[in-house]
């Protein structure tokens, strides 16, 4: 083999040209070129607000009745602690669940007959007839975001207070 041949046949990375610095500055001239800070559309915004706010209410409604639980029980020791923490646990679970009973029509008997039972005792008439209520609760179910926060806090809530049970 000649020099010639040999020299054609290998060649070394710094006689290269290399695209890599071309992509490089493509991709730099591509991201100067879109803005920093993306807008994020109302409805989502919306949405983000509400989640926080939710989130927010509830962590400060667990706390309060946590402390109040605290209070009546006077007592500060684990045991203690986790029976507040259970407490907190049922309640957001009970709320979620009557919630979610209520979107599916299931609890309009009873509350429709006390209501019209409490009526009739003070002397008036239901304004809708059960048909009608069971069709506007049908119509206007309360949104699955709130009875779905009371699970998901009673969850998060639950992780904790099965640890602590388990210590005590």
């Known amino acids: 083999m000649?020099?010639?041949m040999n020299k054609d046949m290998f060649t070394f990375v710094n006689d290269i040209e290399s695209d890599i610095v071309e992509q490089v500055e493509k991709k730099e001239e591509q991201n100067s070129k879109k803005p920093r800070l993306s807008v994020i559309p109302d409805d989502e915004r919306y949405e983000r607000v509400k989640l926080v706010k939710a989130v927010l209410i509830m962590l400060m409604l667990s706390a309060a009745i946590f402390v109040l639980a605290m209070i009546?029980?006077?007592d500060t020791s684990l045991m203690g602690i986790v029976n507040a923490l259970w407490l907190v646990i049922v309640l957001e679970f009970f709320f979620g669940w009557m919630m979610l009973m209520n979107n599916m029509n299931i609890l309009s008997?009873?509350?429709?007959?006390?209501?019209?039972?409490?009526?009739?005792?003070?002397?008036?008439r239901m304004k809708t007839d059960y048909y009608t209520y069971m069709k506007l609760k049908e119509e206007k179910p309360i949104p699955p975001f709130y009875y779905r926060i009371?699970?998901?806090?009673?969850?998060?809530?639950a992780v904790p207070g099965i640890i602590l049970l388990f210590i005590v």
């Not at 008997?109 to 008036?124: D, E, M, Q, R, S």
């Not at 009371?150 to 809530?157: N, P, T």
């Open 109 to 124: 008997p009873l509350v429709y007959g006390a209501k019209t039972f409490f009526k009739v005792i003070i002397g008036k």
């Open 150 to 157: 009371c699970f998901i806090g009673a969850l998060i809530f």
């Open 2 to 4: 000649s020099k010639d």
């Open 72 to 74: 009546w029980q006077d």
